[in-house]
C-alpha cells in the first residue's frame, strides 16, 4: 500500500487544549487530505495539500489548520479542540492523476470531554 | 457543488448478488471511485469508472451512466467477509481531482 502511518492511534483530551495529528507517508504523493467520519456524514474533507506549503480548505475547515513542511508529513491542528470535534480523522494520499485512488491511513481515534 | 447519495443500509444473504447504487448531481464531472471499508479500519479502492460501462473485477463489478449521473457496485458470490460499508465518491472537472464522498451504503451478509 502507500505506506501511510498516522500517529497517535487512539487520543483522549478536554476541551480547549491543542491537539496536533500527523500522517506520514513513504510514497512521496503530491497530495494528501484529511478527513473525518462521523455517522451519518461519511467521510468529509477538512483540508488538503498539493505539495510543500501549498494547501487548501475542505467543506468543513473551520477550527481546523494544517501544515506541510515536507513532502511526507501533513499535520492537521485543533487549535482549541471542542467536543463538536470527537470523531475518527483519517489522512489520505494520492497522485492527483485523476485516475488514480486515494490510500488511507488506518486513522486517529479523538475523543475529546 | 456536488451532491451524491446512496442508500444508508441493505441487508442481502450469503452466496446472493446485490446492487448497491449511487446518484451524484455535480457542476462537473471526472470520474467515479468505489472503495469498502470493512468496520474500524481504513477506505480501501475497489473500482474506477470514467466511461460509461460495466468494469468487471472478479466478484465485483461496477457500472457508470454518466448521462443519468448513476453509478452501481454488483457484488456477486456475497461472502459474510463483504460485511462492509461501501463509499462512492465522484471526482470534478477542472483540474483539480477533489473527490466528494457519498455517506456510504453499510452491507451486512446475513448466513
Known amino acids: 500500500d502507500a505506506g501511510i502511518t498516522q500517529s497517535p492511534r487512539h487520543k483522549v483530551t478536554e476541551t480547549g487544549t491543542p491537539v496536533t495529528l500527523r500522517c506520514h507517508q513513504t510514497?512521496?504523493?503530491?497530495?494528501m487530505y484529511w478527513y473525518r467520519q462521523d455517522p451519518g456524514h461519511g467521510l468529509r474533507l477538512i483540508h488538503y495539500s498539493y505539495g510543500v506549503k501549498d494547501t487548501d480548505k475542505g467543506e468543513v475547515s473551520d477550527g481546523y489548520s494544517v501544515s506541510r513542511s515536507k513532502t511526507e508529513d501533513f499535520l492537521l491542528t485543533l487549535e482549541s479542540a471542542t467536543s463538536s470535534q470527537t470523531s475518527v480523522y483519517f489522512c489520505a494520499t494520492s497522485t492527483g492523476d485523476s485516475n488514480q485512488p486515494q490510500h488511507f491511513g488506518d486513522g486517529t481515534r479523538l475523543s475529546i470531554l | 457543488g456536488q451532491n451524491i447519495d446512496q442508500p444508508t443500509e441493505m441487508t442481502a444473504t450469503e452466496g446472493a448478488i446485490v446492487q448497491i447504487n449511487c446518484t451524484y448531481q455535480t457542476s462537473g464531472f471526472n470520474g467515479l471511485f468505489w472503495y469498502q471499508q470493512h468496520a474500524g479500519e481504513a477506505p480501501t479502492f475497489l473500482s474506477y469508472?470514467?466511461?460509461?460501462g460495466l468494469e468487471e473485477k472478479g466478484r465485483f463489478s461496477s457500472f457508470l451512466s454518466r448521462s443519468k449521473g448513476y453509478s452501481y457496485l454488483l457484488l456477486k458470490e456475497l461472502q459474510m467477509k463483504d460485511s462492509a460499508s461501501y463509499l462512492c465518491a465522484v471526482t470534478g472537472s477542472g483540474g483539480s481531482y477533489i473527490p466528494t464522498f457519498g455517506r456510504g451504503t453499510s452491507l451486512i451478509v446475513h448466513p
Open positions: 510514497e512521496n504523493h503530491r497530495y
Open positions: 469508472n470514467v466511461l460509461d
